[in-house]
Structure formats: structure tokens, C-alpha cells
């Protein structure tokens, strides 16, 4: 167990004010700035080190053209799953007719093996060879 500890001194009702809090994590975090340096003037000079978390992964659910599947209940399962008005979900099932397969819709890993989970239940309950997949976005 890593415990740190943050002083602070300040000044309330003109006295001298001392507050600490002590913190514990498993690791020690790394640094965001670097330890303070003064120059000539005994001015304070902080430097901000660039972040080193990185955004998390996230995943585009696709779903593939088959010859089977009604182009209505794709439509609707677009509508319904992916939260597309019925233009837009109209615009991207004639995408996957047309190119093989399309995206629709794009979530972090949970959410996205969420939707291809329930997508293909619906699939399979109304006894159609729809394929969703997802994959990492770049
Ligand atoms: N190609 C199907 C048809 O002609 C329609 C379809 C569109 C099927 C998109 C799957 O993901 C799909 N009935």
C-alpha cells in the first residue's frame, strides 16, 4: 500500500492554519508535474508534463449483409439497438445491401459486445442468419 500526503498552510482569522491529507492507492502515481524548481528571481516554475493516459479503445458494432434477412427487420433492429431514426437506419441497411457491411454505432468494449449480444439473439428468436460483429475503431 502507497500512502501520500498533501500539506497545506494557509492563513484564517490571522492564524497560521496547517491542514494534511494523507491518501493511500496501491501504486504510487506518477508524476503530472515536475518537482518545483526555482530560477534566478526565486520565482516558482511548474512544468506540466504531458498526460500518459491514453482514451480507452473503443468499438464499432457492424452489422453484415446476408440474402435472407428482410431488409424491414434490419431497419428495425437499427431503429431499436442503435437508437437511428428510421431514415437514418433505412440510409445504413441499404449501405450493408450495397457494400457487404456497415456501421451502427460506436461504444466502448462492454457496451458494444452488449449490442452484437443482443442483436444476435433478436436474430436468431426471429429465425433470421443476421451476422453483428464488432470491431476496434483504427
Ligand atoms: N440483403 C438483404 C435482402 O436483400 C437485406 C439485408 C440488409 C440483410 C442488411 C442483412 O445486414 C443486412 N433482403
Not at 500539506?7 to 492554519?17: K, L
Not at 457492424?62 to 440510409?91: H, S, W
Amino acid at each position: 500500500m502507497w500512502r501520500g500526503c498533501h500539506q497545506f498552510q494557509y492563513i484564517e482569522h490571522g492564524r497560521a492554519v496547517t491542514d494534511r491529507i494523507i491518501f493511500m492507492a496501491t501504486r504510487k502515481p506518477p508524476p503530472t508535474t515536475k518537482p518545483i524548481e526555482r530560477d534566478d528571481g526565486g520565482s516558482v516554475v511548474l512544468e506540466r508534463r504531458p498526460q500518459r493516459t491514453q482514451p480507452p479503445q473503443m468499438y464499432q458494432v457492424v452489422l453484415l449483409n446476408d440474402d435472407y434477412t428482410p431488409m424491414e427487420f434490419v431497419v428495425v433492429v437499427i431503429q431499436e439497438f442503435f437508437n437511428k431514426d428510421r431514415e437514418t437506419a433505412t440510409q445504413i441497411m441499404l449501405k450493408i445491401h450495397l457494400d457487404g457491411k456497415g456501421v451502427c454505432g460506436v461504444y466502448s468494449k462492454d457496451v458494444a459486445a452488449t449490442k452484437v449480444d443482443q442483436v444476435t439473439e433478436a436474430a436468431r428468436q426471429a429465425g433470421h442468419p443476421l451476422q453483428c460483429v464488432s470491431e476496434p475503431v483504427e
